[in-house]
């Protein structure tokens, strides 16, 4: 236990909620730093992120600047011994690092420097990458680039989702996180320079990313299934069709990508690149997500049709 450390933690999804409270558990957490509350949908109600929910809960002030690069003086206020981040979502100032003694870490769901940047997870499973992992970082004041302390490596399942991924990392990075504390608060941690070499990047994923192209191979698309968390989408019929679950077969065909392969009572295959498309689960707009025989059940399945 560590209740003599004075920790602010700053983080914002539910991905950094296993760090903190492994922290409020073992160390004294003065403040909690996390995202503005976001208006959502029609009646745009203010959300609470999962890290400001946890705090509440536990009686942790919370704050929420705009911009904390320009809004940090309550941090320094609070002398902290250590500030610990975990998907925050803002670049913070070298003169907000300079406050705690024992530095500034960040727990990164990548093996740096390896997809720096806001959607590593995602990027990992779209790059079709066989492993992924978790990198304890001192930050600097740019993105992903401070000397590294450690890394936990973990194997990315060929048939997992991201939410899988997702929980998976979250889990590692918080017990990574206190397996190396002790060496931190001590100073005696190792501290290595990354290779700019050998950088890569996870930028945040845009709606243009979205869009499934049936040119490309089965393994591409495959993987973007699996990693966009149900928002990867194709148009069937003039309409916006979310892809949830789909299989691919090396089906040899003269039909050109985007071609309707097949369709009966409860299958419906799409040509690709190098081969046939099968989709398995969907979402129609505006509706619930189906199987596929569902979804088939309400169209008209001689006349479908794929593409803008």
């Not at 398995?280 to 979804?295: R, W």
Request: with cysteine; glycine share 6%.
């Amino acid at each position: 236990m560590y209740k003599d450390i004075r920790v602010i933690f700053m983080g914002t999804p539910s991905f950094s909620v296993p760090v903190l409270e492994k922290l409020i558990e073992e160390t004294n957490v003065v403040l909690v730093v996390t995202q503005p509350d976001k208006e959502v949908g029609r009646k745009k109600e203010l959300s609470i992120s999962p890290v400001k929910a946890l705090a509440i809960e536990k009686n942790i002030p919370v704050f929420q600047p705009l911009k904390i690069r320009k809004d940090f003086e309550m941090i320094r206020e609070l002398k902290p011994d250590i500030i610990i981040t975990c998907a925050y979502g803002q670049i913070v100032s070298q003169e907000l690092l300079n406050i705690p003694p024992c530095g500034c870490i960040n727990i990164h769901a990548s093996l740096l420097p390896k997809l720096r940047g806001s959607a590593p997870i995602q990027w990992a499973i779209l790059n079709g990458d066989e492993y992924t992992g978790v990198t304890l970082m001192y930050m600097d004041a740019t993105m992903d680039t401070g000397d590294m302390i450690a890394k936990e490596e973990i194997v990315i399942q060929k048939t997992e989702f991201f939410p899988s991924l997702y929980k998976r990392l979250s889990l590692v990075g918080r017990d990574f996180l206190m397996d190396n504390f002790k060496s931190i608060i001590d100073k005696t941690c190792k501290r290595e320079k990354q290779n700019e070499d050998d950088a890569t990047y996870a930028p945040m994923i845009k709606r243009e990313d979205e869009l499934i192209n049936l040119n490309s191979t089965g393994r591409i698309i495959i993987n973007k299934i699996r990693a966009l968390n149900n928002t990867a989408y194709i148009i069937l019929n003039n309409q916006e069709i979310k892809v949830l679950m789909a299989s691919f077969n090396e089906i040899k065909t003269s039909k050109l990508p985007g071609s309707i392969y097949e369709v009966t009572k409860d299958k419906l295959g799409i040509c690709v690149s190098d081969g046939v498309l099968f989709l398995e689960k969907v979402k129609p707009m505006g509706k619930k997500e189906m199987d596929i025989k569902s979804y088939l059940n309400g169209i008209n399945k001689d006349k479908i049709t794929c593409g803008e």
